[in-house]
């Protein structure tokens, strides 16, 4: 099914634009598909291109993406399930309709963090120092991976005039909270919804991390463990300011407690005490070695 979407501040408007990116055999294949699937592979090969770099074994990542991305993909989908569960609990053959979309990006990422700390553990390497290699790639997936929402028109905020404005027909999007129903906007007689493009947000904010962490990481990392510890800092930030403007957030319960917040606030708390840790340990060390 093919729909319109529109920039109206930014002078954009797609009139046609398809969930579908192509059909094999009568099989259709979806852009969230695609574009979740290629941000997966360039993230991994930021990965495998940094472990070169830094004089690790790039092998040893392979080994430890396979069992990583199948891991972060299966966390996804659980953390998503888990906080809709009113979606499944009469349908569960639902849950493995991984083609219609729900995979949370926190559910991968923590999925991801702790694969690596068994990982770490088994194979008795630095997890300080993976931590540094891995996290920061993640957001080269994470910046390409949510446009794969701008497809299935999902992960949008509230109404706004803002320079970012986005657009759609209103007959054309499912599930819209009824705050964004009361401030639809008519242009020529076609009634449409104006909300914030949070997932291009997080697509610009993760970019923009990206490049903050790598010239960190090529100039002034002064610990193993720091770039990755920022990592977990810097998008626990962005999300938590996302999060706020979205009106399809995962809840707790029945409350109106954004899980995807409180994880943002414990991955920011955490953070903090871990740098600042690991920076007085750094400090120790050179003291000693001085």
């Given at each position: 099914m093919a729909f319109e979407v529109w920039f109206p501040n930014l002078g954009i408007k797609i009139e046609t634009l398809s969930k579908q990116a192509l059909s094999i055999f009568g099989f259709e294949i979806y852009w969230y598909g695609v574009i979740i699937g290629t941000s997966i592979l360039l993230?991994?090969?930021?990965?495998?291109?940094?472990?070169?770099?830094?004089?690790?074994?790039?092998?040893?990542?392979?080994?430890?993406?396979?069992?990583a991305i199948i891991l972060s993909i299966l966390g996804a989908r659980l953390y998503y399930v888990i906080f809709s569960w009113s979606d499944y609990q009469y349908n569960l053959i639902k849950i493995f309709a991984f083609r219609e979309g729900g995979l949370a990006i926190y559910g991968a990422v923590l999925?991801?963090?702790l694969s690596?700390?068994?990982?770490?553990r088994i194979k008795k390497k630095d997890i300080w120092l993976m931590a540094d290699t891995v996290l920061p790639s993640l957001l080269l997936g994470q910046a390409l991976g949510r446009w794969g929402n701008f497809f299935n028109?999902?992960?949008?905020?509230?109404?706004?005039?803002?320079?970012?404005?986005?657009?759609?027909?209103?007959?054309?999007?499912?599930?819209?909270?009824?705050?964004?129903?009361?401030?639809?906007?008519?242009?020529?007689?076609?009634?449409?919804?104006?909300?914030?493009?949070t997932f291009l947000y997080?697509?610009?904010?993760?970019?923009?991390?990206?490049?903050?962490?790598?010239?960190i990481r090529g100039?002034?990392?002064?610990?193993?463990?720091?770039?990755?510890?920022?990592?977990?800092?810097?998008?626990?930030?962005?999300r938590l300011w996302i999060e706020d403007l979205r009106t399809?957030?995962?809840?707790?319960?029945?409350?109106?407690?954004?899980?995807?917040?409180?994880?943002?606030?414990?991955?920011?708390?955490?953070?903090?005490?871990?740098?600042?840790?690991r920076r007085k340990l750094s400090l120790e060390s050179k003291k000693i070695a001085g």
């Open positions: 993230a991994w090969l930021l990965v495998l291109h940094e472990a070169k770099c830094t004089n690790q074994n790039p092998e040893e990542y392979m080994d430890f993406g396979i069992v999925a991801g963090i690596g700390i068994v990982y770490a028109r999902e992960a949008f905020g509230g109404y706004t005039e803002g320079f970012f404005a986005m657009r759609y027909i209103k007959d054309q999007v499912h599930g819209v909270a009824a705050s964004v129903l009361e401030n639809t906007v008519f242009v020529e007689g076609i009634e449409y919804i104006q909300v914030h493009p997080e697509s610009l904010w993760s970019i923009g991390l990206l490049i903050i962490l790598l010239v100039k002034y990392k002064k610990f193993d463990g720091q770039v990755g510890i920022l990592y977990a800092i810097g998008y626990g930030v962005g399809d957030q995962l809840l707790i319960g029945s409350t109106n407690i954004a899980v995807s917040q409180v994880v943002s606030v414990l991955m920011i708390a955490v953070g903090l005490a871990l740098y600042l840790w």
